[in-house]
């Protein structure tokens, strides 16, 4: 690893700090360094606050040092104003001589206009450095923007003998088939996305709340597949703990759309599009990373449309017999761990 890389790849560390807080915005993360040494370092606030490079530079306590420091950054510094002014201005006001990034931006407000402002104002500028790794890094950013739907992630608990709910239940909640320590991880990820999606017998047999309850971070935005407006007015997930959205042809009786409810729409007749259709409607909403939690029906549907991304898998060690067999999905397999005597295995459509 050549001195950018060492660089490029701190960035890279500490920009999943922003993970779960910056989106829509990217999770970038920015280092300045000055004679081999690190002076400065920052990574984006949450949504409608400073960019990394702001931050960065912000954090440098002798400012006379970064017209002869170099700045490192995972993505393309932003050229226009949004929610705050140009990060590439920030750094041509400061003299920066040099600044390396990870990879362009393709958002088409960016797509290199950054690198040109930058190049004009007399900054030499490299680009590329550990690319692959940054735009895994940037995974849900380049998926929105680039294929124009969210950044799909598939959940699901399976028993050892292959099933995801048992034939019968006696009580109107989960039946839980992994240990505690899975089901806290689970509400991590929760936090580190920003919206969820269940079906609706999920919500008629379990009544969840959908939240983070067991770690601490942000409610995902709950999303409801309704197609026939079964969903109760006094469901767990219409509480006011955050926002939910019910897709249906109808609605809810007796719920009117609010800053905390939001309603919206598919054609339910168009069987082989339903996915695809779901992922516009969350697009739309500028939401660009979903988990997708069930239950089968629901999961199977983005599997046969191929709208999935990555699927995280628990194998509890509990046996149903019978029930809801768990859904039917390949890809290429990323890692594999035991959590006590759970498995988890992540595999990513290849």
């Given at each position: ?6 660089y490029i790849k701190r960035c890279i560390d500490i920009g999943k700090n922003g993970l779960g807080t910056t989106a829509p915005n990217p999770m970038v993360g920015c280092v300045i ?145 992994t240990n505690p320590i899975s089901r806290q991880l689970v509400h991590k990820w929760r936090s580190e996305e920003q919206a969820i999606v269940v079906g609706t017998n999920t919500v ?125 999905c390949s890809g290429k397999l990323l890692s594999q761990e035991n959590i006590l005597d759970d498995t988890l295995k992540i595999i990513i459509n290849d």
């Amino acid at each position: 690893m050549n001195i950018h890389e060492k660089y490029i790849k701190r960035c890279i560390d500490i920009g999943k700090n922003g993970l779960g807080t910056t989106a829509p915005n990217p999770m970038v993360g920015c280092v300045i360094v000055y004679e081999n040494k690190i002076i400065g370092e920052g990574f984006t606030s949450p949504f409608g606050g400073a960019h990394a490079e702001v931050n960065a530079i912000n954090s440098v306590k002798n400012q006379s040092l970064l017209s002869k420091s170099t700045l490192y950054v995972t993505l393309e510094p932003c050229s226009h104003y949004g929610k705050t002014p140009p990060c590439a201005d920030a750094i041509i006001k400061f003299s920066i001589p040099t600044v390396i990034i990870g990879t362009i931006d393709t958002h088409s407000k960016v797509g290199g206009k950054g690198v040109e402002k930058l190049k004009a104002s007399g900054c030499e500028v490299m680009v590329g450095v550990l690319e692959n790794d940054v735009k895994v890094h940037h995974k849900r950013f380049f998926t929105f923007h680039n294929k124009r739907r969210p950044y799909v992630i598939l959940k699901w608990a399976e028993t050892s003998d292959g099933f995801i709910a048992p034939q019968t239940k006696n009580e109107k909640k989960p039946v839980w088939i992994t240990n505690p320590i899975s089901r806290q991880l689970v509400h991590k990820w929760r936090s580190e996305e920003q919206a969820i999606v269940v079906g609706t017998n999920t919500v008629l047999e379990d009544n969840p709340s959908l939240t983070v309850r067991d770690w601490s971070g942000k409610n995902p935005i709950r999303i409801v597949l309704d197609k026939h407006s079964r969903v109760s007015k006094d469901a767990a997930i219409l509480d006011d703990k955050a926002k939910t959205m019910i897709i249906s042809n109808k609605g809810v009786s007796g719920v009117s759309e609010t800053e905390n409810f939001i309603l919206e729409y598919l054609d339910w007749n168009l069987k082989n599009s339903i996915a695809q259709q779901i992922c516009n409607i969350l697009f739309q909403n500028n939401i660009n990373s979903v988990i997708i939690e069930g239950g089968r029906q629901t999961l199977q549907t983005f599997i046969d449309e191929n709208l999935w991304d990555e699927a995280r898998i628990f194998t509890g060690p509990t046996t149903f017999g019978s029930g809801t067999k768990s859904p039917d999905c390949s890809g290429k397999l990323l890692s594999q761990e035991n959590i006590l005597d759970d498995t988890l295995k992540i595999i990513i459509n290849d």
